[in-house]
T-cell receptor
Framework: AQKVTQAQTEISVVEKEDVTLDCVYETRDTTYYLFWYKQPPSGELVFLIRRNSFDEQNEISGRYSWNFQKSTSSFNFTITASQVVDSAVYFC????????????FGQGTELSVKP | DGGITQSPKYLFRKEGQNVTLSCEQN?????MYWYRQDPGQGLRLIYYSQIVNDFQKGDIAEGYSVSREKKESFPLTVTSAQKNPTAFYLC???????????FGPGTRLTVT
């Protein structure tokens, strides 16, 4: 069975602080995809990044960076110099190859960035 | 503009009534999905469809039904058999060649 765990339910930081959101996944499959989505108060999920299981290269996009480590089954997300607009719920998700593209979500981490 | 639309944004129903949630996409995506979100929880898969006229149950399909008669449309019916229907419902789609799902704005259903 597959599972995604986001142990941090809520995180509160002050603007300009760096913050890391943790994600640990479980799967026995060798081909899979990992995702991060952002859910602002409006409710719609916004796609942030996809990583496939054969690509452990870390990625940086502006203030966002992602650290994928297969050895620890983790896919952590760091926001550098956080801003109030980063306040949202962030979801990590897993999709296994050849299983219909279904997403298995973690419980989400609510990030609050205070001015 | 390409995207996924869900209507209405808020829906209120009395217990015992069936209700249908709309999901339309003009992205020419092959696969479509319905998820349910409860407060403080992640999303759980209700049903999904990879091609027209075919769909599969997700993890929490009991009390729900779907149809996929057209590529762009995937309506979800919440039946009276669903014991706890009040939730936020999100529809998503993706192309056949990509595992990224794109989500609609959601429908918040309240049943009293």
């Amino acid at each position: 069975a597959q599972k995604v765990t986001q142990a941090q339910t809520e995180i509160s930081v002050v603007e300009k602080e760096d913050v890391t959101l943790d994600c640990v996944y479980e799967t026995r499959d060798t081909t899979y995809y990992l995702f991060w989505y952002k859910q602002p108060p409006s409710g719609e999920l916004v796609f942030l990044i996809r990583r496939n299981s054969f690509d452990e290269q870390n990625e940086i996009s502006g203030r966002y960076s992602w650290n994928f480590q297969k050895s620890t089954s983790s896919f952590n997300f760091t926001i550098t110099a956080s801003q109030v607009v980063d306040s949202a719920v962030y979801f990590c998700a897993l999709s296994v190859y050849n299983q219909g593209g279904k997403l298995i979500f973690g419980q989400g981490t609510e990030l609050s960035v205070k001015p | 503009d390409g995207g996924i639309t869900q209507s209405p944004k808020y829906l209120f129903r009395k217990e015992g009534q069936n209700v249908t949630l709309s999901c339309e996409q003009n992205l020419n995506h092959d696969a479509m999905y319905w998820y349910r979100q409860d407060p403080g929880q992640g999303l759980r898969l209700i049903y999904y469809s990879q091609i027209v006229n075919d769909f599969q149950k997700g993890d929490i399909a009991e009390g729900y039904s779907v149809s996929r008669e057209k590529k762009e449309s995937f309506p979800l019916t919440v039946t009276s058999a669903q014991k706890n229907p009040t939730a936020f419902y999100l529809c998503a789609s993706r192309p056949a060649t990509n595992y990224e799902q794109y989500f609609g704005p959601g429908t918040r259903l309240t049943v009293t």
